[in-house]
């Protein structure tokens, strides 16, 4: 069994290991782009998520539509708000998007599946961006309990199709939190998170949950991807991970 230092040592490398990762799938929570009222956060806005959000907001409704065609309403106006932010926001670094919006059914069917990983694949070949989110104009799977939640699961799903070597979670916390509100800096098992989960309640994140998180985390690092949950908030927070630092949750791929 290895000691407290040599596990800080292992850590540390696997965390160093970051610095050296080419394909990298970050998700970006609702609310960490989004004010309460859904008008897209400019200084937090950067990738995926927050459609019906920001269509509830355009739309001038007090709060989100239960009715399913009223959700996809929502998505459709809020839809083109967020990927023209994003136009904007990448095009002012001289970054090209795509937008590619995905149901559960493009996974579900082997030859679907393939055409979105070789639509990825010749999208970041071409020096373009891939912005994924769930077709919520046509998908009704939300309000029957099989939303990909908070696009968590979508991301997993996502690392795993393209082969990616790393996947940020980013949300409204500091990663995965102990039953006092500190931030563990690693897990070893989904088992030993859900219970700290359930001990302090703390480590709740955005509309997916942290039950959610982690069967996203367990899902990709079962897929040999590392994984990184982490503060959206935290200033230059990507260049902190992939620089090996010690921030957010850390999950080594293939580890749970």
Partial sequence: MLDMNSDRQLLAKERASLQDVRRVVVKVGTHSIATKTGRPDYRALRVSSGAVAAGVEALGLKARPTQVNDV?????????????????????????????????????????????????DHLVRAG??????????????????????????????????????????????????????????????????????????????????????????KNAAQSGAHVVIANAATPHILQSIFSGRDVGTFVPGSAL
């Avoid at 309403?73 to 590619?100: D, H, P, T, W």
Wanted: hydrophobic share 45%.
């Fill in 72 to 120: 996809q309403m929502c998505a459709a106006v809020g839809q083109a708000r967020f990927i023209s932010e994003y136009e904007n926001l990448f095009g002012a670094a001289g970054v090209k998007i795509g937008q590619v919006l995905l149901t559960h059914a493009d996974f579900d069917d082997r030859r679907r599946a393939a055409n979105v990983r070789r639509s990825l």
């Fill in 128 to 217: 373009i961006v891939p912005v994924v989110n769930e077709n919520d104009v046509v998908a009704d799977e939300e309000l029957k309990g099989l939303t990909f939640g908070d696009n968590d699961w979508l991301s997993s799903l996502i690392v795993k199709l393209v082969r990616a070597d790393a996947l940020v979670l980013l949300t409204t916390v500091d990663g995965l939190l102990d039953a006092a509100g500190r931030r563990v800096p690693s897990i070893g098992s989904i088992r030993d998170a859900m219970k700290l989960v359930r001990a302090g309640q703390k480590g709740s994140l955005s509309k997916g949950g942290m039950d959610s998180k982690l069967k996203a985390v």
